[in-house]
């Protein structure tokens, strides 16, 4: 009987870590012991479609066209508190003349909003090109958004970004990250390009922030690659080197 009352309690607990939010994984899945991960086979349910957002400040175009009810094929990694992220198996490849680069059409990522909201912070892949010239070191406020860019970057100018959305917001950052800041060593990965939406607060440019790192960091790690589909050592940092433009040094190719 206490066997039993044990393992009903154990599967409740996987199934709150897999079905929490908008995505859940199918069928039975190992429970991770502490300090490793698991990957595991799951699906994302799109509840809300995802059109492409043209203004009078910028375009942007997602990877693919994201349908409300599309069940999307995808690997979710286990961690100690339940599922951590899951990353669409489908992939799109940003091309930079020979040289290309995959991330995931759409990753679903547990942030440190998850314990009041319950829900995954969506990354969307998609291509963004500003209307206006944007100089490296400025903020631009234009027609509802503040535009920062760490860079010079032109207009019409297509850059690799991902669109975070959460609680009926979004931002729009580029996949490229920021070179280091040597004056402060400590400082978490910057995107190059950022966007976000004027009535956006601190708190929610954190969690965007956040969930654009793990992004970056899953496809880092190569979670989608067939070498990576065992468990493994959790680690506690991503890899070295930061994801650049498609084909610089540090950009990491996940093939699938």
Not at 17 to 28: D, I, M, R, V, Y
Not at 156 to 181: D, G, H, L, M, W
């Amino acid at each position: 009987m206490r066997k039993d009352i044990r393992a009903a309690v154990c599967w409740a607990a996987l199934l709150t870590g897999l079905f929490a939010g908008s995505a859940g994984a199918q069928g039975p899945s190992p429970i991770s012991r502490p300090g490793e991960r698991m990957l595991v086979d799951s699906q994302i349910t799109l509840g809300v479609a995802y059109p492409p957002i043209s203004n009078k400040t910028f375009v942007s175009m997602p990877g693919m066209q994201l349908k409300k009810g599309e069940v999307l094929p995808s690997k979710g990694v286990i961690g100690k508190l339940g599922m951590d992220r899951m990353l669409s198996l489908r992939q799109f490849e940003f091309a930079s003349g020979a040289r290309s680069m995959q991330y995931p059409v759409i990753g679903m990522m547990r942030c440190s909003n998850f314990p009041d909201t319950g829900a995954f912070v969506k990354v969307i892949a998609s291509k963004t090109a500003l209307r206006a010239d944007v100089k490296a070191g400025t903020g631009v406020h234009t027609g509802g958004y503040l535009i920062e860019a760490r860079r010079d970057i032109g207009a019409r100018q297509t850059v690799p970004t991902v669109r975070v959305v959460f609680a009926e917001k979004y931002f729009i950052f580029s996949i490229e990250e920021a070179p280091p800041n040597t004056a402060k060593p400590q400082t978490a990965p910057q995107p190059v390009l950022m966007i976000a939406q004027e009535q956006a607060g601190a708190r929610d440019r954190e969690i965007a922030l956040e969930a654009w790192r793990l992004s970056n960091a899953s496809v880092r790690e190569g979670i989608l690659r067939p070498s990576a589909q065992t468990a493994g050592p959790h680690p506690s940092t991503p890899a070295a080197g930061a994801l650049g433009a498609p084909g610089a040094p540090g950009t990491a190719k996940g093939a699938q």
